[in-house]
């Protein structure tokens, strides 16, 4: 299709869905709408338009007989349709660096989503722009133990979601949509394997064919789409609007913020942009960020702040596709690779002196250019309260989910991820009812890269829907502690007998599909009573590269005293369906865990 025709195609079609849109706002059921959305597969959207879903429409009702409400399903697309360039707004820019993406663009992946809010049970009706019937019977809903309910409806698809306090984080994927992701390596020789395709002859890593010798390292849709359904806010987290301590921002560009004496910024619903060589530096006055249900926001947010309780609220977006990958603002937004000045979504520091909560509820953040959030100063006296908090679009590397300050709750969360997705590097955590879509690169759960006095920290209740690991590098497993940042795997004396890693508990973990290893833990710790229970994983990816194999070396300090482990225990887990015990736990059987004999001693590291 020529190009001219397809944005033709793209203006008839938003025009017709923009003409005609029904939204409600009553105390059951709020939608909501963007007159400027941009259906736009290819390049990046205006900076006033919304990237709107190019293959679904989204309504919503309170009701399985209607009436139905429109709900706007956005769309977020690989490098946000800039390409791999360094410089922003600069298009001849382009480099070969490694930014985590691969073969996506070139087999056009795509990643839509909706949200609304509901106080009783909900209905979503998902139609097919493309003209295509949605069938009940070819559709899937991931975590598939929601089991929800799917019923025809006149070409459409009705997903029942019954109301829930803690809210609803799914994806509704339809098997003809659905992408085999296949790898260049069949063995586990080598850490630099990646993602062929035969799809397009122009693109990243084309083959004309694909060989016995490439194996399946993930299933996902081609076109994903996501529903977000969220509690109502209670009135505390929604701010006075037409107070005299409110900044309301006008739509549009946004210059800055960091002159305004009001303590906080409210982004009604709209669209605004602070461009790709700026962000959001807060006013010291400024503790409270408000997105309304209808705000889009592209830009990131840094406070200044040292007030005791720092707040992001709201159901808005807050989207860094304008950025170019690992923005710095040292460096004019350019691309650098030097992680310490790299653009956070969620910047701040803390001081000493007083202890702050950064506390999340309600925003989704989309295509962060980099780690998502960090705070610098003194983070022991950082604490993170979040819940109804969304990342999608993570495809660029090192898109790690939030930091977890000591003391630390987060729950009812859903993040796409393309690195250390649930940091657990303090103590006194709780983690629980998550749902991630993980991408290549490092662990779900991580608590290492350096030696930690690490207690009390609990993870419950983890939906893995996808996760597809292209090489056995960086830890491709649920639960991971890596290797001392900066140094090799194969250094075995860099643990600090000092530090203690104990009390852990990570369990109610389920990954759906091709799965990572159990577990990649270097003990850079001494470890005691750390469990992990209720596990189960459909499949590993093919044995002969390795991936499969959870493994926990034997690492010592520097004058050779090994790490000790004590009471690490393994119970309830199951790989398709089948317990593993201590029969089949070994490599190269149905556990797979790779266990040294220092450690399989009694009292170390056991099954049951």
């Given at each position: 299709?020529?190009?001219?025709?397809?944005v033709?195609?793209?203006?008839?079609?938003?025009?017709?869905?923009?003409?005609?849109?029904?939204?409600?706002?009553?105390?059951f059921?709020?939608?909501?709408?963007?007159?400027?959305?941009?259906?736009?597969?290819?390049?990046?959207?205006?900076?006033?338009?919304?990237?709107?879903?190019?293959?679904?429409?989204?309504?919503?009702?309170?009701?399985?007989?209607?009436?139905?409400?429109?709900?706007?399903?956005?769309?977020?697309?690989?490098?946000?349709?800039?390409?791999?360039?360094?410089?922003?707004?600069?298009?001849?820019?382009?480099?070969?660096?490694?930014?985590?993406?691969?073969?996506?663009?070139?087999?056009?992946?795509?990643?839509?989503?909706?949200?609304?809010?509901?106080?009783?049970?909900?209905?979503?009706?998902?139609s097919?722009?493309?003209?295509?019937?949605?069938?009940?019977?070819?559709?899937?809903?991931?975590?598939?133990?929601?089991?929800?309910?799917?019923?025809?409806?006149?070409?459409?698809?009705?997903?029942?979601?019954?109301?829930?306090?803690?809210?609803?984080?799914?994806?509704?994927?339809?098997?003809?949509?659905?992408?085999?992701y296949?790898?260049?390596?069949?063995?586990?020789?080598?850490?630099?394997?990646?993602?062929?395709?035969?799809?397009?002859?122009?693109?990243?890593s084309?083959?004309?064919?694909?060989?016995?010798?490439?194996?399946?390292?993930?299933v996902?849709?081609?076109?994903?789409?996501?529903?977000?359904?969220?509690?109502?806010?209670?009135?505390?987290?929604?701010?006075?609007?037409?107070?005299?301590?409110?900044c309301?921002?006008?739509?549009?560009?946004?210059?800055?913020?960091?002159?305004?004496?009001?303590?906080?910024?409210?982004?009604?619903?709209?669209?605004?942009?602070?461009?790709?060589?700026?962000?959001?530096?807060?006013?010291?006055?400024?503790?409270?960020?408000?997105?309304?249900?209808?705000?889009?926001?592209?830009?990131?947010?840094?406070?200044?702040?040292?007030?005791?309780?720092?707040?992001?609220?709201?159901?808005?977006v807050?989207?860094?596709?304008?950025?170019?990958?690992?923005?710095?603002?040292?460096?004019?937004?350019?691309?650098?690779?030097?992680?310490?000045?790299?653009?956070?979504?969620?910047?701040?520091?803390?001081?000493?002196?007083?202890?702050?909560?950064?506390?999340?509820?309600?925003?989704?953040?989309?295509?962060?250019?980099?780690?998502?959030?960090?705070?610098t100063?003194?983070?022991?006296?950082?604490?993170?309260?979040?819940?109804?908090?969304?990342?999608?679009?993570?495809?660029?590397?090192?898109?790690?989910?939030?930091?977890?300050?000591?003391?630390?709750?987060?729950?009812?969360?859903?993040?796409?991820?393309?690195?250390?997705?649930?940091?657990?590097?303090?103590s006194?955590?709780?983690?629980?009812?998550?749902?991630?879509?993980?991408?290549?690169?490092?662990?779900?759960?991580?608590?290492?890269?350096?030696?930690?006095?690490?207690?009390?920290?609990?993870?419950?209740?983890v939906?893995?829907?996808?996760?597809?690991y292209?090489?056995?590098?960086?830890?491709?497993?649920?639960?991971?502690?890596?290797?001392?940042y900066?140094?090799?795997?194969?250094?075995?004396?860099?643990?600090?007998?000092?530090?203690?890693?104990?009390?852990?508990?990570?369990?109610?973990?389920?990954?759906?599909?091709?799965?990572g290893?159990?577990?990649?833990?270097?003990?850079?710790?001494?470890?005691?009573?750390?469990?992990?229970?209720?596990?189960s994983?459909?499949?590993?990816?093919?044995?002969?590269?390795?991936?499969?194999?959870s493994?926990?070396?034997?690492?010592?300090?520097a004058?050779?005293?090994?790490?000790?482990?004590?009471?690490?225990?393994?119970?309830?887990?199951?790989v398709?369906?089948?317990?593993?015990?201590?029969?089949?736990?070994?490599?190269?059987s149905?556990?797979?865990?790779?266990?040294?004999?220092?450690?399989?001693?009694?009292?170390?590291?056991?099954?049951?």
């Amino acid at each position: 299709m020529a190009w001219s025709t397809f944005v033709l195609i793209s203006f008839l079609l938003w025009l017709s869905v923009a003409a005609t849109n029904t939204t409600i706002n009553d105390t059951f059921l709020q939608t909501w709408w963007h007159n400027t959305g941009e259906i736009n597969t290819q390049t990046p959207v205006q900076a006033g338009n919304v990237r709107q879903s190019h293959l679904y429409s989204v309504q919503v009702g309170s009701s399985a007989n209607g009436p139905f409400y429109d709900s706007f399903a956005y769309e977020t697309i690989p490098r946000n349709g800039q390409g791999n360039i360094l410089i922003p707004g600069d298009p001849y820019s382009t480099t070969d660096n490694d930014d985590g993406i691969t073969i996506e663009p070139d087999v056009n992946i795509t990643m839509a989503w909706s949200s609304f809010l509901y106080s009783s049970d909900a209905w979503v009706k998902v139609s097919r722009t493309d003209g295509s019937p949605a069938n009940s019977s070819s559709v899937v809903i991931r975590p598939t133990n929601l089991d929800y309910d799917v019923a025809d409806s006149n070409g459409d698809i009705v997903v029942h979601v019954p109301y829930t306090s803690f809210g609803s984080r799914f994806s509704i994927e339809f098997q003809e949509d659905l992408y085999t992701y296949v790898d260049s390596c069949s063995t586990d020789s080598s850490t630099e394997c990646g993602y062929v395709q035969n799809e397009n002859p122009h693109g990243f890593s084309y083959v004309f064919n694909y060989t016995e010798s490439m194996p399946i390292m993930g299933v996902e849709p081609r076109n994903a789409l996501l529903i977000f359904a969220g509690p109502f806010p209670e009135s505390q987290y929604v701010p006075v609007v037409s107070a005299e301590s409110s900044c309301v921002v006008d739509p549009g560009f946004v210059g800055t913020l960091s002159e305004t004496t009001a303590s906080t910024v409210v982004f009604n619903p709209g669209v605004y942009y602070f461009g790709a060589t700026n962000h959001a530096i807060l006013s010291p006055s400024v503790n409270w960020v408000y997105f309304a249900p209808g705000a889009f926001v592209k830009g990131a947010i840094q406070f200044t702040s040292n007030a005791s309780l720092i707040l992001a609220t709201g159901s808005g977006v807050l989207s860094g596709e304008q950025y170019v990958y690992q923005a710095d603002p040292s460096q004019g937004y350019t691309n650098s690779e030097n992680n310490d000045d790299c653009l956070r979504m969620w910047s701040g520091h803390s001081t000493s002196d007083v202890n702050q909560t950064f506390l999340v509820a309600g925003p989704t953040v989309n295509s962060p250019p980099f780690n998502s959030m960090d705070f610098t100063g003194d983070v022991s006296t950082m604490t993170v309260q979040a819940w109804e908090y969304k990342q999608v679009g993570a495809y660029f590397g090192q898109t790690d989910g939030m930091e977890n300050y000591p003391g630390s709750h987060v729950h009812d969360v859903f993040y796409h991820s393309n690195d250390d997705t649930l940091k657990t590097y303090y103590s006194d955590v709780l983690i629980e009812r998550v749902v991630v879509w993980k991408a290549t690169t490092a662990p779900t759960i991580q608590f290492g890269w350096c030696s930690r006095n690490l207690t009390n920290v609990t993870v419950d209740n983890v939906d893995i829907i996808h996760s597809r690991y292209s090489s056995n590098g960086s830890h491709p497993s649920l639960i991971g502690a890596n290797q001392v940042y900066g140094t090799s795997e194969t250094d075995i004396s860099t643990a600090d007998l000092s530090n203690t890693i104990s009390n852990i508990t990570l369990s109610n973990l389920r990954s759906e599909g091709i799965s990572g290893d159990l577990f990649r833990i270097v003990p850079l710790s001494n470890i005691q009573n750390l469990r992990i229970e209720n596990v189960s994983i459909d499949a590993f990816s093919a044995v002969t590269n390795g991936i499969h194999e959870s493994q926990i070396p034997v690492f010592t300090d520097a004058a050779g005293v090994p790490v000790q482990i004590s009471n690490f225990v393994v119970s309830g887990y199951y790989v398709n369906g089948t317990a593993v015990t201590e029969n089949n736990m070994g490599a190269g059987s149905l556990g797979s865990l790779n266990i040294p004999e220092d450690f399989a001693r009694e009292g170390g590291v056991t099954i049951v």
